[in-house]
């Protein structure tokens, strides 16, 4: 059977396209249940609900054990508010990385930069004082790692969704870097 031409597509219904295309969806490549895509994504789920569910108790001993006295009460309220933001964010990631959706890069993304933030205001806050080692090892060893899990899987989804867009436009072999891609909403160039 010969390959229609573009002429020949051109001439086709938007439904007729929209099957052709729904068959060749079917028949891209898609990570196994083994791969390190699906570990990744696993990996990022559980991360994101089990932190939103350790921080639950955090909020509660904050809302406690901040000063009221400084500046009104804004201290407690700002760390606390932070910290329940935080919580909101890594279940809301978690619930839509096992929904399979794709606004989830985009939590994932505020997560790993919340956490990053919250390390540095954690350890530039406690300087000079008795926390201020403690501050250090929660941003090492938690919270800045978790932050690279969750931004390297942001990260992954783009570069896996781009490679499944370009396999689906008939490119072959592997696709540009993150950093040379177009948006995949935009036309592809002319090429002429």
Not at 14 to 38: F, M, T
Not at 39 to 62: K, T
Not at 104 to 121: C, E, K, P, R, Y
Not at 153 to 172: D, F, K, P
């Amino acid at each position: 059977m010969p390959v229609p031409t573009e002429e020949d597509v051109r001439s086709w219904t938007p439904a007729e396209r929209a099957v052709v295309a729904r068959h060749l969806d079917q028949l891209v490549e898609r990570p196994s249940g083994r791969s390190g895509v699906i570990r990744r994504r696993r990996l990022s789920i559980g991360a994101s609900a089990l932190g939103a569910l350790v921080m639950l108790p955090w909020i509660g001993y904050l809302a406690t054990s901040l000063p009221l006295a400084e500046s009104g009460g804004a201290w407690r309220v700002a760390w606390v508010g932070f910290d329940v933001m935080l919580a909101i964010v890594l279940m809301t990631t978690a619930w839509l990385g096992f929904r399979r959706r794709q606004v989830a890069i985009l939590g994932l993304l505020v997560a790993s930069t919340m956490l990053v933030t919250d390390a540095w205001f954690d350890v530039a806050l406690s300087y000079g004082t008795r926390e201020q080692w403690g501050a250090v090892l929660s941003a090492a060893l938690l919270e800045v790692p978790f932050a690279v899990l969750l931004a390297s899987s942001a990260v992954s989804i783009l570069q896996r969704t781009s490679s499944t867009v370009a396999r689906l436009r008939g490119h072959e072999g592997a696709p540009p870097s993150l950093w040379h891609q177009q948006f995949l909403v935009a036309p592809p160039p002319s090429t002429g």
